[in-house]
């Protein structure tokens, strides 16, 4: 953690995004992202944003840049992605100078919390990244100040259920070192930081189906099987804890004022 109690980029590399544990999640992710649903969530995301063509987006934790590349190729939009991760970034960046996407596509690597470009941005769009920041208000504040008047925000987010955590599920979001809320306080932090017109949808039965497709998937994959066998315990781990309501899976828009 760094003095303000954020994880900092030399953790998340050498833990949760190793090269190796990366990899394995793309693996089941599907490729380029390392987030539920893969790349049909992300076009269904995506759309739902009604950019016009030309729109500029920051990608918040944009990671392999699975999303940016699908903005620029299937939605005609120009997208800076942050990442705090250089694990990510360094694949990242391999895989846009292959794809030819660099004149509609720039990686930047850094902690989005430090990004200082105001009134930028026609929207903001992030994908399972805010879970691992502490300071949400800093961090809606910052995203406010990005976006353009009328600026569209939409992102996905691990959130937790109301009821009292389970001990389990406590040490699942100790050991990741997450800082999950219930769906009432996301929509509280957007609203204070300044963001209009704020809305959220509780997507954990869809995040119940996607889990299961994944977990299908895992069996066959073409890993050593000691971690096929980690991999399948951890996405039985997640199916449990959603399934019982203590894990949710929002998605969560709002607008900046004009
Ligand atoms: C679960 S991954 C999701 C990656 C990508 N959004 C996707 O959908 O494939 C979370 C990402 O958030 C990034 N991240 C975490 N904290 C961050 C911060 N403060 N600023 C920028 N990126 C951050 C991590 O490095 C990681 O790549």
């Known amino acids: 953690m760094n003095q303000s109690g954020e994880i900092t980029q030399e953790a998340l590399d050498s833990t949760q995004y190793s090269t190796a544990s990366i990899r394995q999640y793309e693996s089941v992710f599907g490729e380029d992202f390392v987030s539920p649903g893969g790349y049909e969530m992300a076009v269904e995301l995506i759309g739902k944003m009604k950019l016009e063509r030309g729109s500029r987006v920051l990608d918040v934790g944009c990671g ?22 250089k694990n990510m970034l360094a694949l990242a960046g391999k895989k846009l100078s292959g794809y030819q996407l660099a004149k509609c596509v720039k990686f930047e690597q850094g902690d989005c919390l430090e990004m200082d470009r105001s009134e930028y941005y026609d929207a903001i769009y992030s994908r399972d990244v805010f879970l691992h920041i502490t300071d949400k208000s800093r961090l809606f504040s910052v995203l406010n100040s990005l976006l353009k008047p009328g600026g569209k925000l939409l992102f996905t987010d691990y959130c937790c259920g109301e ?29 204070r930081a300044g963001l209009t017109q704020v809305d959220h949808q509780d997507l954990t039965d869809r995040f119940i189906v996607i889990l299961q497709t994944e977990l299908s998937k895992i069996s066959g994959l073409d890993l050593a099987e000691p971690i096929r066998l980690k991999l399948a315990q951890s996405w039985r781990g997640k199916l449990d804890r959603a399934g019982s309501g203590d894990h949710r899976w929002g998605l969560f828009t709002a607008i900046k004022a004009s």
């Open 64 to 85: 392999l840049g699975g999303s940016a590349f699908v903005m620029a190729r299937e939605f005609g939009l120009i997208v800076d992605g942050i990442d705090l991760s």
């Open 163 to 191: 009821k009292r955590w389970t001990d389990e599920f406590s040490e699942y979001v100790k050991d990741r070192d997450y800082f999950l809320h219930t769906f009432p306080e996301y929509v509280k932090l957007i609203s």
